[in-house]
């Protein structure tokens, strides 16, 4: 059992990673785990109307460099992760999912239960796509948020980046093909020695500052 101590102490030790130790791979195993956490996510009505693409080959990284205005993370890192939403979503999606719902938790499909379910998540999925984009790109955000603490939490190193050209990115891995559409960049492994970022104080609000006591 993790004390809270250990998590602050975690948050503490996290920062934004500008220089990566390129001599330094994650463990295998560690991704494993770290893939497992994110798929843990929770997600609105569940859906995960995300994926992660993992990136590990070395040339593939470099061409991210005209993608992500030359931030050499991208390139330096042990492994890139691409945090995608989906492009759309339908009717024949929703089915998918209450199928794997009903079979997961040993319901009848049939039942008024599901039935109930999925007319709820048909309504929501019907909704005019500019809102529905964004509502699956706030999954990818809290997906990015649960990742910096997974990293943080096994002392692995991590940026989370917004600073590219999604367009570009989409085009490099052929997104579009696979029905997604990439949101955030996460480079992960270990800092490096010579990042000065890694001991800059953090510059945050006071707590009283912060939160509202009503
Ligand atoms: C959504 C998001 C996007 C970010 N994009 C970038 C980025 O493109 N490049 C970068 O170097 N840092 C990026 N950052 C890092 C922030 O600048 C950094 O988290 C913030 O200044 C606080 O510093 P700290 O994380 O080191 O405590 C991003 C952070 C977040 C949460």
């Not at 843990?40 to 995960?48: E, I, K, P, R, V």
């Not at 050499?72 to 992760?81: A, K, T, Y």
């Not at 759309?88 to 039935?115: C, F, G």
Request: aromatic share 8%; with cysteine.
């Amino acid at each position: 059992m993790f004390k809270s101590s250990d998590v602050l102490d975690a948050m503490k030790w996290r920062y934004a990673c500008k220089k990566f130790d390129t001599t330094k791979k994650v463990p295998e195993e560690i991704i494993d785990d770290l893939l497992q956490t994110i798929n843990l996510t929770a997600t609105s009505l569940g859906m995960q109307l995300l994926k992660v693409v993992v990136i590990r080959d070395q040339e593939l990284k470099e061409r991210f460099l005209e993608h992500a205005y030359k931030q050499q993370q991208v390139v330096d890192c042990s492994h890139l992760l691409v945090l995608c939403r989906y492009n759309s979503v339908d009717e024949v999606l929703v089915d998918e999912y209450v199928s794997r719902s009903a079979k997961t938790r040993n319901i009848d499909l049939a039942s008024p239960k599901i039935q109930g379910f999925r007319n709820m998540v048909l309504s929501t999925v019907s909704q005019p796509n500019d809102k529905k984009i964004q509502w699956m790109t706030n999954q990818v955000y809290i997906a990015l948020g649960n990742l910096m603490t997974a990293c943080a939490m096994m002392r692995i190193d991590s940026c989370p980046m917004e600073g590219f050209n999604p367009r570009g990115v989409d085009e490099l891995l052929g997104l579009h093909e696979l029905g997604l559409a990439s949101v955030l960049l996460f480079p992960i492994g270990y800092r490096h020695c010579e990042d000065v970022y890694a001991d800059y104080p953090k510059v945050r609000r006071s707590i009283s500052d912060f939160v509202v006591e009503l």
